[in-house]
T-cell receptor, first 114, second 110 residues
């Protein structure tokens, strides 16, 4: 029943490791996003995909690489993890409906780099 | 020109009172202004939203007031309840991107 699901919910890893976060939505939305929420709860967009095509790529280190195998999935791979990457990462999806743009967020992945 | 400024950072309201959170934006290209509610350990959830050609929108106890000329909008929560205690984010949308305010932590005391 979960609309936007992310795995894992928690991720603790050492500096220098490579890790992936997976996201899937079953809403039939055509656009998916990755947002980063820092320790002060500030939400900032990282990437956006529309029908598997990258449409937004904010100023994010190239250690972060999103991949969208189909429009229902958007994964995030992070290479050479750094302490500053510790945050909560949210996946979201949206579709244009009568001019409204309701985002649906997943429950987040709390990444802790030690 | 992408910034959305939100205030206050935190707010304590007595049960039954009115909670008011304010936002100001710079980018006149924003065409949609949603408010999101986030509980601890959860993702933000859409609460209510307004388009810039409307000055007010009400859904239950939640009302958005929008002042296009001042580039300001606010969320009013009437009859605030302890269950409303959460972090609230305003946002502006341009293209496929939502730009969020910094958030307001609301605590409703019973």
């Amino acid at each position: 029943d979960t609309a936007v699901s992310q795995t894992p919910k928690y991720l603790v890893t050492q500096m220098g490791n490579d890790k992936s976060i997976k996201c899937e939505q079953n809403l039939g939305h055509d656009t998916m996003y990755w947002y980063k929420q820092d320790s002060k709860k500030f939400l900032k967009i990282m990437f956006s995909y529309n029908n598997k095509e990258l449409i937004i790529n904010e100023t994010v280190p190239n250690r972060f690489s999103p991949k969208s195998p189909d429009k229902a999935h958007l994964n995030l791979h992070i290479n050479s993890l750094e302490l500053g990457d510790s945050a909560v990462y949210f996946c979201a999806s949206s579709v244009r409906d009568r001019g409204n743009y309701g985002y649906t967020f997943g429950s987040g992945t709390r990444l802790t780099v030690v | 020109q992408q910034q959305v400024k939100q205030s206050p950072q935190s707010l304590i309201v007595q049960k039954g009172g009115i909670s008011i959170i304010n936002c100001a934006y710079e980018n006149t290209a924003f065409d949609y202004f949603p408010w999101y509610q986030q509980f601890p350990g959860k993702g933000p959830a859409l609460l209510i939203a307004i388009r810039p050609d409307v000055s007010e929108k009400k859904e239950g106890r939640f009302t958005i007031s929008f002042n296009k000329s001042a580039k300001q909008f606010s969320l009013h929560i009437m009859d605030s309840q302890p269950g409303d205690s959460a972090t609230y984010f305003c946002a502006g949308r341009r293209g496929n991107k939502l730009v969020f305010g910094a958030g307001t932590i609301l605590r409703v005391k019973s």
